[in-house]
């Protein structure tokens, strides 16, 4: 029986060989083909996000300007989601039974859809109310669950500008950087867009597991693969709380903006937007219907952050910049004496003037603001013909000199948007008038402040804060120190040399800011004790009444506190700009107010209604006259 | 008689002894893994399912103990007894049993169920045993193989009448004893699979009308070709070409190269078989029989997929990669694909004992019964899974080898029922967690949780080791 004996060798082979196609065939899905173990990752691991809490901010005393207040995310797995009794639950929710059920499918649909058995996000931000009823019958709705989220909250109201405001990540960044997800918060302007990455902190991950029904089953390995979320640090800013306070009730009702600085350290004290909001509108729930009611009052444009980014012509105020360049350039002494008839005589009285002694000297000239010497000194620094064969290279030089300021150049601060201001290219006046075809007298307002100039206030903060330095700035910043750190960022510890360098250019100067105040046309910014140097500007604009500008910096000698303000369509300098800084001024000095009559007036003081096009016009040419 | 009790424990073959007891062992840790849950993982627990297990395996090791010491002709003695009783409970569970998801195959006693289904088996295994030991001899042939296809039938109805179709396939696999005894030629097995190939792509392809035509054709052409060709010295080079052909048509050739090709291909394989058989004058009578036994199973087997319930045909749809039911996808693709990735994410070395998340947490169905080998997957990888397919290789064939040394016709059988049952039960159940096989619910030996099962594994097993031990005498 040679095939019986065959047989056990037939079965065993063949059973060898199912038993081996098997061994194959597992190789093959264990060890051969990923597929399977990322699904097994992506089903059973669940990668908690663990979020830090945000850094709070507070003002250069320690007061608190942001912090963070609990809020309460609604979350449902809607597999989980079984014998609910969804009148009880819209009942505690307060929420249409119609809205529930379509949500609850829709998110049901989704879960499908994503194969993702995470939670979703049901309802964002629950009122406090809501959830403190909310929270005693949860245990009733299975599948659902409460997060906590941080919400920002502003104790003070003020700077909202300056802090600006913390918001759902769009798929933009998302899309660019991996560190944010759908759903995260981030730093949509202000300081909590500058520095965002500081204030986020660093988000943790417990790598949890789940069973099928999406039901956490405890921590992997016991957590050695998780990363513990990382607290954002808090920041100590450089504003003074109880002055931007003060500065935003003087410009209640008045459009424009004002910048403080502490020339010594380039910090900024305060900076008002003019109008401004209140920034706890733009948090949470409510956030994006406010959001909408403020972008529709395109009258007062409370969104736009004129402080930084409006461009205005700096008028009068920008003659001191003239002074310091004609000194350097040595075409102007503080005995230097040029007429005035009611305007700039070589071409006709124009620009304009007001009436006022003539001749005058440097001092004079800064004490009464005189249009026609500035005409004179702009003139001869252009067309400075021992020095430049061209009007061109006289022009050049003098660009060169007002970018050593910080204008018409990006300072490279930690505020957001910071933009750079416009003193016009060569470029643009071959373009404008003919290459080569212009000279002095085409451009003759640039000496006053006015034409296609463009700068923001903060520009116009810096120019007072290096003459009050005596020809250096540093960078202004908001922001002191990051957290426990006591060292200062190096960044804002290089000092900026103008190209103006002599500090006898800069007292000269100054001596005429003295005036302006004392004798001039700034008198009413006196404070009693305090000896402030300052200048008005006139501001003139097509689009309505001029610009009232005022820049200051007190004391005299070793001064604290720089400030300039423009004051939309409200007219001379010495109406609004100068009474306002002025008042600021003594209260950030002094800490209190001894002209209670003007503080009054200025806070009663209501000039929206009387611009008609508030609207600062970027790089728009506005000729002097 | 002396002599022979007290050398029982000298001549039981301890290495399968052994082999089962490991077998248990990892079958048990593996129970306790896929249940296992950090909360609540006291270890003996009795009401947990690995504390039950464990109860299981001290009823079956007790077990295994009173079988060795049975006497040896116990067992072939009352073989008609014991299959009758066993049949007779098979026939009360259809009416007394409880309901189960539809199938009435489970006594219940207290917190404790049975099911007769399971000891049908070795029941059938004696009684087959029996049976063909009884019509011994060359000139009854006819007999054994009717009686003992009966007597496999028995209990395949039975299971069917209890909705176990699962477990009514088993009984099929003791075909393998019916070839070891010579009552059915190897070639008919092989046809078998060809046919069930066949009948596979069939329904696959859901083949209809001219198409239907040429199948049957094609298949009842290559069959002919290779039955007439059968015992010729080129006949298994012919047979392999036949059945290569079929199978590369069937699964490409199908749908791309269009009716054309394939009609002159069926041409041509008629010609060939017509060629062949005259060649070598072989009985064209008997082939053509065959032949149209092939083609009548394979047409109608689109038909009789129409008959299935519905569940068997998203199961068969989910294996054919067809497409199924919305209903078959939530529920029979996902479980397919929610085992394939329990076991692929395990790797080369696995997760590590009890670090399982797909099988522990519920992911994939029926986890600690039919899925457990899930569980070994993703646990152990494939070290793990090749280990086990490795330890049932060896102790199926060692039992196969085993059965080749008994003196008695009787142990023989019974050895290649054994054998042929764990083989079928490896077979499927691994099969199935991979995609290999339909889904059919049977359990996977010593390893699937389940006190019926494990206990009616034991006893099969070990009334064949205790035969084996009287392997030097002949048993009636």
Known sequence: MNNEGLRKYIVAGFVLLLVFTYIGRLFYIQVVDDSYKLSSRNQAFYFKTDYPPRGFIYDRKGKLLVYNQIAYDLLVTPKMVKSLDTNDMCKQLGMDRDVFVKRLKKLREEAFMKRDPRPLIFEKQLLPEVYARLQEHMYKYRGFEVQTRTVRKYPTNIAAHLLGYVGEVDKKVTEKNPYYRDGDYIGISGVEKGYEEVLRGRKGVSILMRDVHGNIKGKFKDGIYDTAAIPGKYLTSSLDADLQLYGEQLMQNKIGGIVAIEPGTGEILALITSPTYDPNLLVGRERTKNYVVLLQDTIGRPLFNRALMAYYPPGSTFKLLNALIGQQEGVLTPSTLYPCARGYPPMGGKPKCHPHASPTNLEGSIATSCNSYYSYVFRSIVENRRKYKRSVDGYTAWRKYVQSFGVGVKLDSDLPYVLKGNVPSVEYYDKLHGKGAWMASNIISLGIGQAELGITPLQMANITSTIANKGWYYTPHIIKSIGDEKEIDAKWKVKHYTMVTDTQYFNNVIEGMYKVVEAGTARIAQIPGIEVCGKTGTAQNPHGDDHSVFVCFAPKDNPKIAIAILVENSGYGSRWAAPIASLMVEKYLTGKITRPELEKRMLEGNLISKSTDPKAKKEEPEQGE | ?476
């Open chain 2, 1 to 476: 008689m002396r002599e022979r009790s007290d050398s029982i424990f000298a001549n039981i073959d301890w290495f399968t002894v052994v082999l089962y007891l490991v077998l248990v062992c990892i079958g048990w840790s593996n129970i306790y893994a896929a249940v296992y849950d950090e909360e609540k993982s006291s270890l003996f627990n009795f009401n947990s399912q690995p504390g039950r297990q464990m109860i299981f395996i001290g009823v079956a090791l007790f077990l295994s103990l009173v079988i060795l010491i049975v006497d040896a002709s116990f067992y072939t003695a009352t073989a008609y007894f014991i299959f009758g009783g066993i049949i007779l409970l098979n026939i009360a569970v259809i009416f007394l049993g409880d309901d189960v998801k539809g199938s009435h195959s489970w006594f219940k006693f207290g917190s404790f169920s049975f099911q007769p289904a399971e000891f049908a088996k070795f029941a059938t295994g004696l009684m087959l045993a029996k049976l063909l030991t009884e019509f011994e001899g060359q000139a009854k042939w006819v007999e054994r193989l009717v009686f003992g296809i009966l007597v496999v039938l028995l209990p395949v109805a039975l299971c069917l009448l209890q909705s176990e179709t699962g477990v009514s396939l088993v009984f099929f696999a003791l075909i393998l004893v019916f070839y070891r005894e010579g009552l059915i030629p190897g070639w008919l097995l092989l046809l078998g699979m060809i046919v069930t190939l066949m009948a596979l792509l069939a329904i696959k392809f859901n083949i209809e009308g001219p198409r239907l035509a040429f199948f049957i054709c094609v298949g009842g052409g290559a069959a002919v070709a290779f039955l007439l060709t059968w015992r010729a010295r080129l006949s298994w080079v012919f047979g392999v070409i036949f059945t290569v052909c079929m199978l590369a048509l069937g699964l490409a050739g199908w749908k791309i190269s269009g009716e054309i090709l394939l009609y002159s291909v069926l041409v041509l394989a008629a010609g060939v078989s017509c060629f062949l058989a005259i060649r070598m004058r072989m009985f064209i009578f008997n082939s053509l029989v065959i032949a149209c036994f092939v083609a009548g199973s394979v047409y109608l087997a689109p038909y009789g997929f129409l008959k299935l319930k519905p569940h068997q045909q998203d199961r068969l749809r989910v294996f054919l990669r067809l497409d199924a039911s919305a209903e078959a996808k939530k529920k029979e693709l996902y479980n397919l694909n929610q085992s394939m990735i329990a076991i692929g994410s395990g790797g080369l070395t696995g997760k590590g004992y009890l670090q399982g998340t797909q099988t522990k947490y519920d992911f994939v169905p029926e986890q600690e019964t039919d899925f457990i080998f899930c569980t070994v997957g993703e646990e152990w990888g494939f070290v793990g899974t090749s280990v086990v397919l490795i330890l049932f290789a060896i102790l199926i064939i060692r039992i196969v080898f085993m059965s080749e040394r008994q003196r008695s016709p009787f142990s023989r059988i019974y050895g290649y029922a054994v054998a042929s049952i764990f083989f079928f039960h490896l077979i499927i159940n691994v099969g199935m967690t991979m995609g290999m096989v339909p889904v059919i619910g049977i359990p996977l030996p010593f390893f699937s949780y389940g006190g019926s099962s494990l206990i009616a594994f034991t006893i099969l097993l070990f009334i064949f080791i205790r035969l084996d031990s009287e392997r030097l005498y002949i048993l009636r």
